[in-house]
C-alpha cells in the first residue's frame, strides 16, 4: 500500500464514530465503538501497521468517482472502466429511533459488465498494538481482540470469507445487477448475524434520516450545497449520546508533511462551542442546540487545574486527556510523532471564557433560560476571570513555546464580560454590574493601549509583538470594534500584506518568530481564510469578499469538504475534515449571502 491523499477520503458516520474512505474503495480510518475509542482500522497513519477493509475492483485502465447522495452522509464510490462499471455504497446505519447497530455496511454492485473483485478487511485492534483471533465460517468472522479495550468485531458477507494470517479475504465476481453486501460491526446480542433481507429498507432508512434533518435547515440563500454540506458533516462530528462536538474525527494527521505538529483532535475545545452554536443557529438546527446546552452548562460546575474551565475536554466531559506517542507507527507519510491524547488540555487559554459566555449568551437568546445554579457557576468563573485576565497564556492556537499576553485571549475576555452584563441585564440577573462593566472597559483600555503598533498601524499578535495574528480577524466578528473602524481596517491591510496569498491566509508567522516553540513551518489555515472573507464583508467590500469565498470554495476536496489546512501546494493538511473549518464557512456563507441580498442591517441585541 501508499498513502492517499488526505483529501482523496471521504467521512461516513453514525454520530457515535466515523469512518473514512478512500477513493480506492479502502476504509484507512476507523475508532471504535466510539469517535475516541482506539483505532481497528489506521492505514491512513501507517500503512503496513495501521490497518485496513477494501474492496478492490480487478478493472484496467480505472477511473473513479466518489460523491454522496444527495443531502444525506451515504458515500458511493463509483469505478469505471471499458470492461464494466461497479458501484461501492458505503454507510453508517440510523434511523429516527435511538438504539441503532454500530455497523458499517458496505454494499457493491455492477452497473454493467462482469467484474471480479478482491476484498481485504485487516483489523489492527487498540493502535495496531493488541492481537487477535478469528473464528470463521463461510460467510462470518468473528476478531477476538486480545486486548480488553476493544470490543470484538464481526464481519458478515454475502459472498465467501476465507481467514488467512490476522485478516480475512475473499474474491468474489459479480455481473450486471447483481450486488454482494459486507456489514462490519461489534457483535449483536446472541451472536445474531444482521438480517441481511432487511438490509435494503435500513439504507432508505439511513437516506430518509439525513434528508429529514437537512431539510430542517431555514438557509435558501447562495452556494446552499455547500453550506448543507458542511451542516451535514457537523451533524456527523456531534455525539448522539452527549450533544457535544469533536473538532475532527481523526488524530496526527501532519500540518507539514515530514513535521511535528501533530495533534490528536477526537476531543471537544470549548472554543467550537461558541462557533457550533452560531452556525448552527444561522441555519436554523435549535434541537443540536438545546443537546449541546446541558453538556456545556455541567462544564460550568467543573474546576480544572489552571481555572475553573479547561481548554478541552472528551466528548462525554472527561477532563483528563494524557497526551502519549504511537512509536510503533510510521506516521501519515512518515509524520512523526503519532499523537493520541492532547497535552494542551492542562494549557491555560483565557479566551475561552469569552467563548463560553458567547455561548450561554446565545442558549439563553434562542433556548431556555439559564437556571439559577448554573448562573452562581457564570458568576464564580467571572470572580476568577475578574482577578486573572491579565495573566500571560498558551492562546488560542496552543503555543508550546511559553505563555505570553494574546490579543485573542485579551478581547475575548472583554467579550465574557461583555456579554455576562448584557445576559443579566436581558434577564433580570442578580449580577456585580458595575464591577463586571469595569473590568470589560479596564480590558479595552489595554487593548488599544498596549496592543497597538504604531509603527504597523495594527493590533499586534502579543502584548510588545511586532507580528500579526489572523486571530485578530475575530475582532469585528465578536463585535469588540467595529468592522469600518479606521483602526481595524489599517490592521486589516496589515494582515493582507504579511499573512494573506489571494483568498489563503496563515495563522501568524510561524518560520519567523516560531512563537508555537516547534521548528519548521505549515500551510494556510482555512478556517482563517473564510474569517478573512467574512471581516470583508462586514467592511462593506462586498464585490472582493464574493470573489474570494467562491475561489476559496474551490479548495475544497471532491466532496465538498475542508481538512484543517492547505499546504503550499494546495494540498489538504492536518486532521480531517475539520468542524471548526466548516463552522467558518458556516459563518462566511451566511452573512456574505445576507450582505448581498441587502439584508444585513439586523440589529445587535
Sequence with gaps: MSFQPIENYGPIGNMQTVALVGMDGSIDFLCYPDFDSPTVFAALLDDRQGGCFKIEPRLANLRVRQLYLPETNILLTRFLAEEGVAELADYMPIGDATQQPNEIIRTVSVIRGNVRFDMRCQPRFNYGQSAHRIEASDRCAVFHPASDLCPPMALHS??????????????????????????????????QPPEMEFLGERFHETGRFWKTWIAKSTYRGRWRE?????????????????????????????????????????????????????????????????????????????????????????????????????????????????????????????????????????????????????????????????????????????????????????????????????????????????????????????????????????????????????????????????????????????????????????????????????????????????????CLARAGDLQKAQLLFEKLLGYANHLGLYSEELGSDGRHLGNFPQAFTHLALISAATYLDRALSGTRGEVWR
Excluded at 468474489?172 to 453486501?181: D, H, V
Design 158 to 191: 454475502t459472498v465467501p470469507l476465507k481467514p488467512q494470517d490476522q485478516e480475512v479475504r475473499s474474491e468474489f465476481t459479480l455481473r450486471a445487477g447483481e450486488i454482494a453486501t459486507l456489514v462490519f460491526g461489534g457483535i449483536r446480542p446472541q451472536g
Design 226 to 534: 455547500m453550506v448543507n454540506r458542511s451542516a451535514l458533516l457537523l451533524k456527523l462530528l456531534i455525539s448522539r449520546e452527549h450533544g457535544s462536538l469533536i473538532a475532527a474525527p481523526t488524530f496526527s494527521l501532519p500540518e507539514r508533511i515530514g513535521g511535528e505538529r501533530n495533534w490528536d483532535y477526537r476531543f471537544t475545545w470549548l472554543r467550537d462551542a461558541t462557533f457550533s452554536l452560531y452556525a448552527l443557529i444561522r441555519l436554523g438546527f435549535v434541537e443540536e442546540v438545546e443537546a449541546f446546552i446541558p453538556w456545556l452548562q455541567a462544564r460550568l460546575s467543573d474546576d480544572a487545574e489552571r481555572g475553573p474551565l479547561q481548554v478541552m475536554y472528551g466528548i462525554d466531559g472527561r477532563q483528563k486527556l494524557d497526551e502519549i506517542a504511537l512509536d510503533q507507527w510510521c506516521g501519515y507519510e512518515h509524520s512523526r510523532p503519532v499523537r493520541i491524547g492532547n497535552a494542551a488540555y492542562q494549557q491555560l487559554q483565557l479566551d475561552i471564557y469569552g467563548e463560553m459566555m458567547d455561548s450561554i449568551y446565545l442558549a439563553n437568546k434562542y433556548g431556555d433560560p439559564i437556571t439559577h445554579a448554573g448562573w452562581q457557576d457564570v458568576r464564580r468563573i467571572l470572580e476568577w476571570l475578574g482577578k486573572n485576565w491579565q495573566r500571560p497564556d498558551e492562546g488560542i492556537w496552543e503555543v508550546r513555546g511559553g505563555a505570553r499576553e494574546f490579543l485573542h485571549s485579551r478581547f475575548m475576555c472583554w467579550v465574557a464580560f461583555d456579554r455576562a452584563v448584557r445576559l443579566a441585564q436581558k434577564r433580570s440577573l442578580a449580577a456585580p454590574l458595575g464591577e463586571w462593566r469595569r473590568t470589560r472597559d479596564a480590558i479595552r483600555n489595554d487593548i488599544f493601549t498596549n496592543f497597538w503598533n504604531h509603527r504597523l498601524k495594527a493590533f499586534v499578535q502579543f502584548k510588545g509583538a511586532e507580528d500579526l495574528d489572523a486571530s485578530a480577524l475575530l475582532m469585528p466578528m465578536m463585535r469588540f470594534i467595529s468592522p469600518v473602524d479606521p483602526m481595524w481596517l489599517s490592521t486589516l491591510r496589515a494582515i493582507e500584506q504579511r499573512l494573506v496569498e489571494d483568498t489563503l491566509v496563515r495563522r501568524y508567522e510561524v518560520e519567523r518568530r516560531h512563537a508555537d516553540g516547534i521548528p519548521g513551518g505549515e500551510g494556510s489555515f482555512t478556517a482563517c481564510s473564510f474569517w478573512y472573507v467574512e
